[in-house]
């Protein structure tokens, strides 16, 4: 969880209890790996994004040297810029989605609500290998939609795996991947706003339109915020399906579409590890920075 | 979907206050039509893996996305994907099962005696445990992959099932998931008494306490079986023999083999390996349905 929110009540009982360290022993388990997995790769990298090494001297320490060169890398902003795009895109229409279902859902005007539910949050469960190699193949030329189309129906569709159009490409199947998963967290949400709210301003007459904008919303806020925490942070993420269109689109997908891409490609093609985790550092730190500053802007006018 | 929700959703059953008392809305065909869009997107690209599961190598390529071929290859596509290259995908699915059911497992057992602690003890630190845990869950997972690489390779874990293994052991979303539920399924009262009757802490959590954890638990571990079920990235850096690659990696390597020189194109295999890779997890969202629905909620907690 990305949202220091802690129910008041998980904490308020405990200062009756008696402070011991009986609580450590069920704890400590966890923090062990979590100083092995988290905590230690972590240091790590600070410590590579450090140090520089050299064909001739071996190791040496270059304090921010590495930051230097990041800030001024036009493939870092690039990739960058790429993800920035996306999120201010796919992000908002994403989860704008996600929010009309949910309330659509939680209306009680559909036919089959149960089957909504389910059938949209569906693709949640489909591994991101895999919906990406469907729709790599759905918008391919070969056996795909796309292809066929064109070729039955005589017309002349640009290739989604085009360089122009393959970023919209991939932002389809980050929607199509997430649209059920935000459905269903707004969609909880609804579910436990009181209906006394609304009740009243039903019997007053005021159109659903009106209750949506002026009760559902604001009640769901809290839903709203952390969701768009966890999108932020998938976008700047984003790796998986880039490096699985790679074989599909070898022309549109460079080796630092995106800065994960780029870090990955440091290290594993180019043997940069102190340049490639100076890049994972830097995305950390903007990620905490951005997913903060919503958190604030989203909490901070509760009243 | 009471069951698991209970602390969080205590509206649903337990309050008199129940949603739209007043009447029941009205059905809309139109708005049943228009979040059938919605409906139709997320499925389709699913109903294109099945048609095109049951076409061969060459019907494939001769005929349209939705259209059945004239020839029906499902089974022969199974067995082809049983067989192919000694029949290594049946050894990527017990390798799946493998790290789903130790990861998987673990991780839920880790936080579920993390959650109880945090939510049932007072210990000095305590304060000190939340910050460090909330404060590296906002760090990007995947730019802690290379770093994690480098000391696992140190270590001597790559390119073994524990460099896959042991960072799905941890799982925040999990600890913060029990640490809610703990907090309200289990009351002090209860620990008192068990403390009274001289019961030690171990004895009381495992005999008392887990049983009142059940349906979090549940909940917690079908999330952590998709989290590592669908796990593409960390395998991709970490393992270099396919002999221990997990399903997704898999199909992805088979995926690539068209557009590397001289490797065989499989695609009808790796269509027919995707659909044999989502059918287990499908069946899981459908058949644990209220779990999953009601453990979403606990996650979007009102303020």
């Known amino acids: 969880m990305a949202v220091p929110q802690v129910h008041p009540r998980v904490t308020a009982p405990a200062r009756r209890r008696r402070r011991s360290y009986a609580g450590w022993a069920f704890v400590a388990p966890f923090l062990g790996v979590f100083a092995l997995v988290f905590l230690a790769p972590i240091g790590y990298s600070i410590y590579l994004s450090l140090y520089r090494q050299r064909l ?117 199947i980050v929607t199509w991947e997430f649209v059920g998963y935000n459905m269903v967290i707004f969609y909880s949400a609804l579910r436990v706003v009181p209906a006394s709210r609304y009740e009243a301003a039903e019997i007053d007459g005021a159109g659903q339109l ?16 952390i969701a768009t925490i966890f999108s932020i942070i998938g976008s700047f993420q984003l790796f998986n399906e880039p490096v699985i ?57 509760e009243d | 979907m009471s069951v698991a929700v209970r602390p969080v959703e205590a509206p649903t059953n337990t309050t008199p206050v129940r949603r739209r008392s007043v009447r029941r809305p009205r059905r809309s065909p139109t708005l049943t039509l228009l979040t059938g869009i919605v409906l139709a997107y997320s499925l389709f690209p699913l109903a294109w893996l099945v048609i095109n599961a049951t076409k061969s190598r060459d019907g494939l390529f001769a005929s349209f996305g939705l259209a059945f071929a004239d020839d029906f290859a499902l089974w022969d596509n199974i067995v082809e994907t049983f067989t ?77 099932p524990w460099s896959v293994i042991i960072p799905s052991l941890i799982t925040p979303f999990g600890l913060y998931l029990m640490w809610t539920f703990a907090a309200e399924a289990i009351p002090d009262e209860l620990l008192e008494a068990a403390r009274v009757d001289g019961a030690g802490e171990f004895r009381t959590f495992f005999r008392v306490c887990l049983p009142l954890l059940a349906p979090g638990i549940v909940t917690v571990l079908l999330f952590t079986m998709v989290a590592t079920w669908n796990n593409f990235f960390l395998p991709l850096i970490m393992l270099r023999d396919a002999q221990w690659y997990p399903l997704t990696l898999g199909l992805y390597t088979w995926n690539k083999q068209a557009s590397t020189a001289g490797g065989e194109a499989v695609f009808h295999l790796v269509i027919t390996g995707s659909l044999l890779t989502i059918l287990p997890l499908l069946a899981a969202f459908l058949l644990l349905q209220r779990y999953w629905q009601s453990g979403l909620a606990a996650g979007s907690v009102k303020q």
């Open chain 1, 56 to 172: 001739i001297g071996g190791t040496s320490f270059v304090g921010v040297e590495n930051y230097q060169r990041a800030l001024e890398d036009p493939q870092f902003w690039s990739a960058l810029g790429r993800v920035s795009l996306f999120l201010a895109v796919q992000v908002p229409v994403m989860l704008f989605i996600a929010l009309l279902v949910a309330l659509a859902i939680d209306s009680g005007r559909l036919y089959g609500m149960k089957f909504f539910r389910v059938g949209i949050f569906l693709p949640y469960a489909v591994p991101a290998v895999v919906a990406t190699l469907m729709w790599g193949f759905l918008y391919g030329s070969q056996f795909g939609l796309v292809g066929g189309i064109n070729e039955r129906l005589g017309l002349s569709l640009p290739s989604p795996l085009s360089p122009d159009l393959v970023l919209a490409a991939i932002g389809n």
């Open chain 1, 210 to 225: 009106r209750i949506i904008r002026a009760i559902k919303i604001p009640a769901i806020r809290g839903a709203l915020v």
């Open chain 1, 245 to 301: 269109l790679q074989d599909l689109a070898p022309n549109a997908i460079t080796t630092y579409f995106t800065p994960n891409l780029y870090a990955y490609s440091l290290s594993f093609a180019g043997q940069q590890f102190n340049y490639s985790a100076t890049v994972a550092v830097l995305m950390g730190l903007i990620t905490m920075v951005v997913a903060y500053l919503v958190q604030l802007r989203g909490m901070g006018r």
């Open chain 2, 84 to 160: 192919y290259a000694d029949g290594i995908f049946l050894r990527w699915l017990v390798n799946t099962v493998l790290y789903v059911l130790v990861g998987a497992v673990g991780a839920t057992f880790l936080a579920t005696l993390a959650g109880y602690g945090l939510a049932k003890f007072d210990f000095p630190g305590k304060r000190a445990v939340f910050a460090v845990v909330i404060g590296a869950v906002a760090v990007p997972g995947t730019a802690l992959a290379v770093p994690t690489f480098l000391m696992f390779s140190q270590m001597g874990l790559t390119n073994t």
